[in-house]
C-alpha cells in the first residue's frame, strides 16, 4: 500500500510579492504584479509588459561572492527553498540525509546566462567566457545547489517539460514518497528569463499580449477581451513529506496529495487540440489515482494563461470532466496577477491550491470583465471567495502537448 504524503512547507517568490505572506496577501487582495519591462529597452518589441519580481536581492540568500557563478533561476529557487524549509521547519539531521530529495525543475533554465555570455564570446573572445559559464546555466543545477545547502543526499532530479515543469516536479516527487524511495522531497518549479531573446521569441510566435497601455489589466484568463499570455517569474516550492514522519515531528500541514496525473496531446508543438483531449485526459487520470469521483472537485487552480485558444480549450475538457456539475466548481487562474511563470507556474500554482485547501479562501481571477460564451463556468472573477475546499486540482499544460494534474485533499487524521 502505498504511503500517505502531504505538504509541510511552501515557498514563494513571485511577481505579487517575495515571500509566503506577501504572495498570498496580494493574492487574495487581487493585486496584479504586471507592468511595463524595465530590464531591457522594449521599444520594438510588440508586448513591452510582463511580471517582474521587484525588490529581490539575491545576497539575502545566496553568498555575495556565490552570485555571479549562478543563474536568475537558481537564485530564485535558493530563495524559495529558504521560505519553506522554515515553514516547513525542517531541518535535516545526518543520519536522515539519504531520505530527504531534491526535485525543482525549469522550462528554460539560464538564457539570461547564455545571451550574456554570447555577447561576451562576439565581442571578446572564447577566453572571456566565465569558467561558471556552464554550471550557472544548466537545469539541474537549482536541484543540486539545494541538495549541497541542505545536505538533501536522496533522488536528485530536474525536468524540464515547459509549462508543465513545476507540477511534474511535485508529482513525481509525490510518488517518489508514496513508494518508499524518500521521505521526504523538496519539489517544485523556477524560472527567470524575462530576456530580450525570450520575450522576442514569444513575439514572434504572437502568443503574448500587447495591451501595453495597461498592463495590470492585461492578463485576462477567461474573458472575451483576452489576446494573450503575460511572461512572469520567480518560483515555488513545496516540501512533502510521508505523513508519519511529519506527525511525528509536529509538522505543521497544508494539505495531503492525494492524485496525480500525466498526459500528452501528440498533437501539435504549441496549441492544443480543439476538442481538449489531453486537458480532459490528464485531469481524469488524476481523478482516477486519487479514487474519487470528478463532482467532488471543490476548486480548480486553472492553468487559465490568458490566450483566446487555451482557456476555451481548457474550459470544454473541464466541461467534460464534470459534465451537470460544472458550473458547481470554483475554478481561478492567478495568473491574471502573476502572469505566467513558465516552467515555475505549477510549482507556484500547486502551493497556492495547498494553501486554498488549508484556508478555505479561493484567489479570484482578476480582469474578468466581459463574459466570453465559450467560457461559462465560475472563475471566481475580480474578488476572493470564502469557501470550505475539501479537494482542490491543479492544472498545467505544456508546448509539446505535455499535461500535469494534481489533487489535494483536506488534510484528515484518519
Known sequence: MDRRVVVTGIGLISPVGVGNEENWKNLLAGRSGIGLITRFDTTDYPSRIAGEIRGFDPAAFVPKKEVKKMDLFIQYALAAVQFAMEDARLVIAPEEQERVGVYVGSGIGGLPSIEAQHTELLQSGPRKISPFF????????????VSMRYGAKGPNLANSTACATGTHAVGDSYRLIARGDADVMICGGTEGVITPLAVGGFCA???LSTRNDDPEKACRPFDAGRDGFVMGEGAGILILEEMERARKRGAPIYAEVVGYGLSGDAFHVAAPSEDGDGPYRVMRNAVLDAGIDATQIDYINAHGTSTPEGDRVETLAIRRLLKDSARNVAISSTKSMTGHL?????????????LVVKHGIIPPTINYTTPDPECDLDYVPN???????TYAMNNSFGFGGTNACLIFRRFEEA
Open 205 to 207: 510566435m504572437r502568443a
Open 134 to 145: 556552464i554550471v550557472g546555466l544548466i537545469v539541474n543545477l537549482a536541484s543540486g545547489h
Open 342 to 354: 513558465l516552467g515555475a507556474a505549477g510549482g507556484l500554482e500547486s502551493a497556492i491550491t495547498a
Open 383 to 389: 474578488e476572493a471567495r470564502r469557501r470550505a475546499v
